[in-house]
């Protein structure tokens, strides 16, 4: 069985067009408004949130010296390719 985290009420301003086919949509679905929202508020995460959260766990493994230098890496690439070509 799978654990649920504890879901927090949070307060949002939502223009009412949003709103308006978010109610449209949860009641063609028989879903609940907070249903269709967090579903919403996954994808983002999935998609365009999951590109900020990769840049910032970046930063931080370079902050942390975790990285590998560039032209290192094109010299180790290059004797690998002399030494397939030879």
Do not use: F, H
């Amino acid at each position: 069985m799978t654990k649920t985290s504890p879901s927090e009420s949070v307060t949002l301003r939502v223009p009412g067009d949003v709103l308006s086919d978010i109610e449209i949509i949860a009641k063609a679905a028989d879903r609940s408004r907070s249903y269709i929202i967090v579903r919403a508020l996954r994808t983002y995460l999935m998609n365009e949130g999951a590109d900020v959260l990769s840049a910032l766990r970046g930063k931080q493994q370079i902050a942390d010296g975790e990285y590998e230098d560039i032209d290192d890496v094109i010299a180790d690439m290059d004797r690998i390719i002399a030494g397939k070509v030879a």
